[in-house]
């Protein structure tokens, strides 16, 4: 039952108890027919005002269908209202550059409606996937990344490699555990790295890496990055798309995945600073 349906059947439920109360008040204080009307047309009053924020509340919903965005922030709204524009405008257009641009415009659709519906989809950022999982892990939780990222430009250079850098610091020092195994592929990646892993390490980050040839088939992506208390996890499948990322919330695949961390873990290093002569060729 809507509440307009149950507020409707409470005020003629009222009404018909309210009309014999009058009755037998202007029986008991023989109240004038005047009074009685004063009575009556307060009630209708009442039920008018009822039916007047009933429709209020009808138009409130109905906007916000026509209008989906009249339920974001006005900076949200202003951004919404600019993106349909430049569709708007750029459908016109002929040029391939631009319908090109607009099929991916196009698949924000379809991404949102895998997310809403729990499905996995693709991200086109592996640091802004990590940063928002990362930032809304709170003290106590865990992160457990297998990470293919071993070069030092990918943690230094660029914004969102910077940024997503001095995220990590800052949530490890909050009480978030962070444990990153770095997957190898010769001493060379690991000399190059050494500096990174040391610097992971001081910012209380559990630093480990591995030989790829040594892992045995342990590892079943390129990479990936899970968080088992907010079920999210980043995938990446190919190594040479670092970009272009699976994002899934499915519990059986971050279950999975987790096993495998564990797995790999067994088969890791712990990086030690205080023994990193041992590191150099």
């Not at 892990?137 to 990470?147: A, E, R």
């Not at 990174?196 to 990479?223: C, G, R, T």
């Not at 980043?234 to 272009?244: A, M, N, P, T, Y």
Request: hydrophobic content about 45%; proline content about 1%; charged content about 25%.
């Amino acid at each position: 039952m809507s509440k307009v349906t149950f507020l409707r059947m409470f005020i003629g439920l009222f009404g018909v108890v309210f009309i014999i109360l009058t009755f037998w008040l202007s029986v008991y204080f023989h109240l004038s027919i005047s009074t009685k009307i004063v009575i009556a047309l307060a009630f209708a009053l009442a039920t008018i005002f009822a039916e007047f924020i009933i429709a209020i509340d009808n138009l409130e919903k109905r906007l916000k269908v026509a209008f989906p965005s009249l339920e974001l922030s006005l900076k949200e709204q202003m951004a919404i209202n600019e993106t349909i524009m430049l569709y708007n405008k750029l459908k016109k257009k002929k040029d391939i550059s631009t319908q090109i641009a607009i099929k991916g415009f196009e698949n924000i659709h379809h991404l949102l409606k895998q997310a809403e519906k729990g499905g996995d989809f693709t991200f086109q950022n592996i640091y802004v996937a990590k940063m928002i999982i990362l930032a809304e892990l709170k003290p106590g939780q865990s992160f457990k990344i297998v990470s293919n990222l071993v070069e030092p430009f990918y943690w230094k250079s660029g914004k969102d490699e910077t940024e997503h850098t001095k995220l990590n610091y800052r949530q490890a020092k909050r009480g978030i555990h962070i444990e990153r195994i770095f997957i190898l592929k010769d001493d060379d990646d690991l000399s190059k790295m050494r500096e990174i892993m040391e610097e992971q390490e001081q910012n209380n980050i559990d630093v480990f890496y591995a030989f790829k040839n040594n892992l045995n088939k342990l590892l079943p992506y390129a990479s990936f990055a899970i968080s088992e208390e907010l079920s999210c996890g980043v995938i990446s499948h190919r190594e040479d798309l670092l970009g272009k990322v699976v994002i899934t919330s499915n519990n059986e695949i971050i279950s999975e995945l987790s096993w495998q961390f564990d797995n790999i873990k067994k088969q890791s290093n712990k990086f030690n600073a205080a023994k990193k002569s041992l590191y150099i060729k």
